[in-house]
């Protein structure tokens, strides 16, 4: 009997929400993705030992600033993930530059020159950036470049539409911290998958997409549950951590699709300008909230990676 994992890579590309080697080689997604908080925990792996102090001495030896020895380092766990799977590895524009078009841009460049220098090529790789106004500005200039990008922190309808409208690559709406909100918001324990906000959310975002032919892949991420997973299977991509995949691993029960492009609801197209991106995020304290709060975390993970690649470097 085939497992729910099984099942549902017969239905949904399955993604690595991890940037441990050893988890990718073991779950075998398509593609992984990663985060600076991400980052942060494969810095401490003993498997990556090697590659950190190899990049630590290079940066020593060449003169770059904790900084620049964090960007290569980076990178360079993008290309060891990059050699393990199929697809796309993703790689985030720091949290700081989120609502920094011009620097989003220049820096998203960087990090495709930085990969190509290692022999990755840019079709290899997706650039990652906060759905800020900016962030989905800078998208849309790296998609005419040729850089596809992944647009995260992603929890508005509103944010949805612009991406879509910047015609990126793909985008994460994050299931996991908009039931988060809820919970606390409404004083609840737990939701029903069918009633579950973040998992609602993903269903409304999939079927505008499939209503008006937007190529957009929308990734599901930040699951707390396999409930929710199931609950959105057949979504295009789902981001799953480790534990959930080697939980669905061991499940052997039946998994129903829930989502077809050939089962939508003809919603009509939305027009959205910056005013009114702007107006909706405002009117939404879900979306200002988990989105302020995504960027300030990993701008904090981002900061502790500097802090510890500093720290080795002085040793």
């Known amino acids: 009997m085939k497992t729910v994992l099984e099942q549902l890579r017969e239905m949904t590309v399955v993604v690595a929400d991890t940037g441990e080697a050893a988890a990718v080689k073991e779950y075998k997604p398509v593609d992984c993705t990663t985060n600076p908080s991400l980052v942060l925990k494969a810095l401490t792996d003993p498997a990556t030992e090697e590659l950190v102090a190899a990049e630590i001495d290079t940066g020593k030896k060449t003169g770059q600033t904790p900084e620049q020895v964090t960007e290569t380092l980076t990178v360079a766990m993008g290309a060891e993930l990059a050699a393990l799977v199929p697809g796309r590895v993703s ?12 620097k989003s841009v220049t820096r998203g460049r960087d990090i495709i020159a930085e990969y190509e220098k290692r022999g990755i090529k840019r079709n290899q790789i997706l650039i990652k950036l906060a759905s800020t106004w900016e962030g989905i500005r800078a998208a849309e200039i790296l998609q005419n470049d040729g850089i596809d990008c992944n647009l995260t922190l992603l929890f508005s309808m509103a944010q949805a ?48 997409y499939k209503s008006n ?5 929308v990734m599901g991420a930040s699951f707390r549950s396999s409930d929710q997973i199931k609950a959105l299977a ?30 939508t609801s003809g919603i009509l197209p939305i027009s959205m300008d910056e005013a009114t991106f702007r107006w909706e995020m405002n009117a939404d304290p879900m979306a200002t909230e988990k989105l302020a709060e995504g960027i300030r975390n990993f701008d904090v993970d981002h900061k502790k990676l500097i802090g510890l690649i500093a720290a080795r470097m002085s040793a």
């Open 213 to 217: 032919n937007i190529e957009t892949v």
């Open 161 to 208: 539409v612009a991406c879509a409208d910047a015609k990126a690559f793909l985008i994460s709406p994050f299931v996991g911290r908009i039931t988060d909100w809820y919970k606390k918001a409404e004083g609840r324990d737990s939701y029903l998958p069918h009633e579950d906000p973040g998992v609602k959310s993903v269903h409304k975002i999939y079927d505008y």
């Open 234 to 263: 057949g979504c295009d991509n789902l981001t799953i951590a480790p534990s959930l995949l080697d939980e669905m691993g061991n499940d052997t029960s039946i998994l129903e699709r829930a989502l077809s492009p050939n089962n």
């Open 91 to 102: 790689t985030e524009v720091d949290a700081c530059l989120s609502f920094d078009t011009e």
